[in-house]
Nanobody, 127 residues
Framework: QVDLLESGGGSVHAGGSLRLSCEVS????????MAWYRQGPYTREAIAAI??????RYADSAKGRFTISRSDDQNTFYLQMDSLKPEDTATYFC??????????????????????WGRGTQVNVTS
């Protein structure tokens, strides 16, 4: 069992920044894909991902504003969010798959491949 714990959410004004963190309890598999999902009022979408090979992927909604990264020991993953907009308001989850990230936009990732999920952290962006 792998536990994921998100932190760093909060309330900011439009144009502000937040840095989300996701702590991983253990590495059961050498290969993985870590993704940040967000759940809005209508949909849940993957917006950024990084895998064990260090490759990163971004959905169009995150390109140019969000940056995914990880600690050197790969126990913590981050999502730096800049130039936040009210439409970024959502609950943000980190999720882990046992495969490398697919080589296309995270917006098309299949949720069922992500078998470990955190409980989420809320981000509110006010105008």
């Amino acid at each position: 069992q792998v536990d994921l714990l998100e932190s760093g959410g909060g309330s900011v004004h439009a144009g502000g920044s937040l840095r989300l963190s996701c702590e991983v309890s253990e590495h059961l598999y050498n290969r993985y894909c870590m993704a940040w999902y967000r759940q809005g009022p209508y949909t849940r979408e993957a917006i950024a991902a990084i895998d064990s090979d260090g490759r990163v992927r971004y959905a169009d909604s995150a390109k140019g504003r969000f940056t995914i990264s990880r600690s050197d020991d790969q126990n913590t993953f981050y999502l730096q969010m800049d130039s936040l907009k009210p439409e970024d308001t959502a609950t943000y989850f980190c999720a882990r798959a046992k495969l490398l990230c697919a080589d296309y936009s995270p917006a098309y990732y299949r949720e069922f491949e992500f078998i470990y999920w955190g409980r989420g952290t809320q981000v509110n962006v006010t105008s």
